[in-house]
């Protein structure tokens, strides 16, 4: 039967490059980013040395790490600091987050003064209000006494 079954094969056969081929190849590209005038002769010698650099370098790394090297610029490495490398005293950076909280109770207090100073719209507004609501409750005040003194002098008048 053929390779493929009864509708025979399609495309081709995969091949893999070797891992050390690889390492081999970013080695090169690398060292030819960080001297673009370096000669190939120097990178022949090197090709020797870094073989073994590249078996302890892929001894190391665990699963695919080894096979490809990763250059994600958002990858973060975890780097452990000991107890003593660590600055206590340093001030801590805040997250974005943390500094929007911050800023807006800010702003709040900042707010609530000048609110309670009557310097914002709505403090005017508000002041306004209630000025309207005194002087309309001294009205009905002074109509009521007014009322109060005519029932009283109704009934003194009747007896």
């Known amino acids: 039967m ?3 079954g009864k509708r025979g094969h399609k495309g081709r056969g995969k091949q893999f490059s070797n891992p050390e081929e690889i390492d081999r190849q970013m080695k090169a590209q690398k060292e030819l980013e960080e001297n673009p005038n370096a000669e190939k002769e120097t990178s022949d010698n090197s090709d020797e040395e870094s073989s073994s650099d590249d078996e302890s370098d892929s001894r190391k790394r665990s699963g695919v790490e080894g096979l ?15 107890v003593a490398e660590v600055d206590v005293t340093a001030p801590r950076e805040l997250s974005r987050r943390e500094r929007e909280e911050i800023e807006k109770q800010k702003s709040k207090e900042r707010y609530m003064k000048l609110h309670l100073e009557g310097k914002t719209e709505q403090a005017r507004a508000d002041l306004a209000r209630l000025a309207i609501i005194k002087k309309q409750r001294e009205d009905a005040a002074k109509k009521r006494d007014d009322l109060k003194k005519d ?7 009747k007896r």
């Open 2 to 4: 053929p390779r493929g």
């Open 68 to 82: 490809i090297e990763i250059e994600n610029p958002n990858r973060v490495s975890q780097k452990s600091k000991k």
């Open 151 to 157: 029932k009283d002098d109704d009934t003194k008048a």
